[in-house]
């Protein structure tokens, strides 16, 4: 089993800034690609930035230049950074992550619960 962990998620003013934390947990080799993705009520889930092992991040056009995304191998945990937050980044945020098992074989794709992020106008 593989867990993900979400915190970080909060209410804060347009402009602001605030940073999501994923870590994750359980009997696995390694985690390989994470991500972040969005969503709010009566519409589809959307990828908001992803990030390879490596270190490789691609974004959403809606927040390039606004948010970051890394990760620390070691404690086995993905960051969003986000600043200069609007009131349509207002969503629940989930990070995902697929685990590799010690056969070298196995993957497992997870998510977390989510956490809730508010933009205030």
């Known amino acids: 089993q593989v867990q993900l962990l979400e915190s970080g998620g909060g209410l804060v003013q347009a402009g602001g800034s605030l940073r999501l934390s994923c870590a994750a947990s359980g009997r696995f080799f390694r985690i390989n690609d994470m991500a972040w993705y969005r969503q709010v009520p009566g519409k589809q889930r959307e990828l908001v930035a992803g990030?390879?092992?490596?270190?490789?991040?691609n974004y959403v056009d809606a927040v390039k230049g606004r948010f970051t995304i890394s990760r620390d191998n070691a404690k086995k945990t993905v960051y969003l950074q986000m600043n200069s937050l609007k009131p349509e980044d207002s969503a629940t945020y989930y990070c995902?992550?697929?685990?590799?098992?010690?056969?070298?074989?196995?993957?497992?794709?997870?998510w977390g619960q989510g956490t809730q992020v508010t933009v205030s106008s």
């Open positions: 990030i390879t092992r490596a270190g490789n991040a």
């Open positions: 995902t992550g697929e685990a590799l098992f010690p056969d070298g074989l196995r993957t497992q794709t997870s």
